[in-house]
Structures are given as C-alpha cells and as structure tokens.
C-alpha cells in the first residue's frame, strides 16, 4: 500500500504543537517494522535533509508548482497520482482527495473562544473543519475531548471517529548542571496568546508576589500569538514587572533546561485539543497546575491540580501550595510519572498505521 501524507509541518525547524506532533508521528513510523510492508510519500514544499532519518521506504516528494499555495498543489498531486490512502495530520483536507482518507483534528478551540481569533482565520477554521468531518473517510482525534466537541458542533459520525493520543518525547538531556536564570521560577511554556490564559498567570504572580512574598520569578517561554497586546498590558501594569522573564521561541535543548530547573509548572489554559506541555512537565518531574477543563484534565489524570482558569484565585492558591508543600510536590510528581508511562509516540505511531492501513 502507498501511503501519503501531508509532511510540510514536519520539516520545520523551529516546531511546536501540531508541527511536532506531525514530525514525531512521521519519525516513529520509519521507525515499526510494520511500516517496512508499505511505501510512504511524504509532500511537502521544502525540505530539510537534517529534519530525520528517513529509511528507504520513505520518499520526500516536494511538490513544485511555482505562485502555487501548499493545498493546491496538493489536489493537483492527488489528481495525476493519487496514493492508497492519504494522511492528513493536520486538520484538513485539500479541495482534491482520494476516497480513502484520514484526517487528524486536533481541538476546537475556536468554537469556544472565537475572540481569540483573527475573522478570517476564523472563518477559515470553521469552513474547512466542517469539511473534512463530512468529507473524511476516518478522523483521528487526539483526546476523548476532541471527539466530543467534533460530535457536539459538526454533528460527526462517531462511528467513524478513532482517538489517538499523542505521545511524548522521552529522550531527555539531563547534562543541564546550571540553571538558566540564578532565582527560582515559575513556568510557562507555549505560545503567548489569549487562548493560553497568559494574561491571568501574570495577574496570578502578581498576587502570588504580593500576598505570600514569593522569591520566584515567572519565566514566559514562546512567540507573541494572537491577542497578545493584553498579555503585553499585563505585564506593562504589573508591579512585578521586572520578575517577569520572556524568552520568545527556544530550542529543544534550552527547553530541557528551563523545566529541569523549575519549580512549578503552569498550563491553565481556557481550551486545549490535547496539551503536549502537560506530559513534558510530567515527564520531568515538575509539579503541575493546569485546568479542569476540556483534554486537561484527562491528559493530566491525578498527576497535576487542576483548576478553573478563569479563577485568578485558584490559580494563585494552587501554585502556592505546590511551592510550599514539599509532600503534596513529591505525590504530583509520583503520580505525573506514572500517568505519563500510557503516552508513547512509538504507541502513537502504531494505533495511527492500522488506521491508515485498514482504510
């Protein structure tokens, strides 16, 4: 069987959220002896030859089509030679498609905050999500959440709905002695938008800073994203504004640092299809504070305390008792480690072949 699949997000050096997700599930498929029974076409419209190990089954197909965006060249491919089964990892599925076909969907965080978005970007999600529910052969969820919210919104067949989780990059760099900032530290990693509940970890470390005198500072890990100009206010008005760290996009390896060296970890998001940064913090043993909403709480199971993310105060008081409790820190860890031992990419990547191949 020639399977294709959609790889331009995998390609990508500086990768995060579903462009990770695509590079791993690629990158653990090579990997299962099962994949060796079948041919891979991988399309994309540039490549890396340092991105990953390819073996031989595996063939890059760059797609040329000069003024051409990435879809259309896609549906021209899927025209003149159309492979078995086409993958689509990320959300959607081009204006041309074969009858078999999988598409993985990732949240629907639109549909919950559409203020977060930019119209047309809005729009756009909304249009071609409805598409491929309708259109596609099999969709791959990535959380029992996801597939709930595909059910509730798009009315999708659940008959036809298969849930993947993602997994989790376990090679960990422990060679990290120094910690990257010389004071203690609260984390947050991800992109720096509204939907992330940013702006309300910054109010929370201010109360933290005022209420309870706290050393920390709070350390900012990502690019600016949509509705970024409120977090910037909240920061600009915060009192602590010079304990607030922001460090833009960093490299796998200084990530490993920044969570090694953490001393809580802080994700309470207003939506998440899945939430990667959960397992990370987990598998390194940082204790957790996420929200009690949507994939969070199912991706998290008991290794975190969850919260409301619209409660500043919980929040704040959940992050306190994690610095200040050294048991309640060692059962989070404990628990977290033994939650993240279900995620693997390796389990990712089989789960995803039989679908692909039972097509």
Known sequence: MKIGIHAKAAFKYERTGIEEYVYQVIKHLAMLDESKQHSFALYTSYFSKNSFFLPG???????????????????????????????????FLPAIYPRNNVVTIHGLEFEYYPEAYASD??????????????????IIATSASTK???????????????????GVNSQIAYHHKYPPIDEKYILFIGRLEKKKNVANIVRSFGVLKEKYKIPHKLVLVGRPGFGFDEIGRAIDESRYKQDIVQ??????????????????????????????????????????????????????????????????????????????????????????????????????AKETLDVLTSQ
């Not at 549906?75 to 990320?90: I, R, Y």
């Not at 059910?151 to 067949?157: C, E, H, L, S």
């Not at 306190?320 to 995620?343: A, T």
């Open 247 to 348: 460090t833009g996009y960093i490299s796998h390896e200084e990530k490993e640092s920044f969570f090694k060296h953490a001393d809580v970890f802080v994700f309470p998001s207003f939506y998440q299809g899945f939430g990667m940064p959960i397992l990370e913090s987990q598998l390194r043993q940082v204790p957790l504070v996420t929200s009690n909403i949507s994939s969070m709480a199912e991706v998290a199971g008991d290794g975190a305390l969850h919260v409301d993310p619209h409660s500043i105060e919980e929040i704040t008081e959940a992050t306190y008792r994690i610095i200040s409790d050294k048991n309640l820190r060692k059962q989070l860890v404990e628990k977290g480690l033994e939650n993240v031992r279900q995620y693997s990419w390796f389990r990712c």
């Open 121 to 138: 970007h809005l729009r756009y999600l909304k249009t071609h999500t409805a598409r491929a529910v309708a259109k596609a052969k099999t």
């Open 148 to 166: 709930k919210d595909l059910i509730k919104f798009y009315n999708a067949d659940p008959q036809k709905i298969r849930i993947i989780h993602h």
């Open 57 to 91: 089954h595996f063939k890059v197909e760059k797609l040329y089509a000069p003024f051409l965006g990435m879809e259309t060249r896609l549906s021209l491919k899927m025209f003149f030679s159309p492979p078995d089964v086409l993958f689509m990892p990320a959300n």
